[in-house]
């Protein structure tokens, strides 16, 4: 009865470790998404002909930074290294 009560723990330590492994990378990866978006943006308004859509792509791209921005500060000191 021990040894059930024992391994049933251990699974469940095992299962909260790999969570905090994924957590940590979703954390990192949310970030490097933003500024993924953030860069196609900077392509886009670089490569633009009309005005309009370079506003536009610029304004995409305040949005994505700021996005970025907002994303590392909140995650910030959460252990977002994934080493």
């Keep these: 009865v021990y040894r059930i009560n024992w391994l049933k723990a251990r699974a469940r330590r095992d299962r909260w470790v790999e969570e905090v492994s994924l957590v940590r990378h979703e954390m990192l990866w949310t970030v490097l998404w933003f500024e ?3 860069s196609i943006w900077e392509k886009r308004a ?3 002909v009309n005005e ?8 995409q791209i305040g949005l994505w ?3 970025a921005k907002t994303a590392r500060l909140m ?3 959460k ?3 994934c080493n």
């Design 36 to 38: 993924y978006q953030q």
């Design 46 to 48: 670089l490569h633009s």
């Design 52 to 59: 309009g859509k370079e506003a536009y792509a610029n304004k």
């Design 65 to 67: 930074s700021d996005f």
């Design 75 to 77: 995650l910030e000191g």
């Design 79 to 81: 252990q977002m290294d």
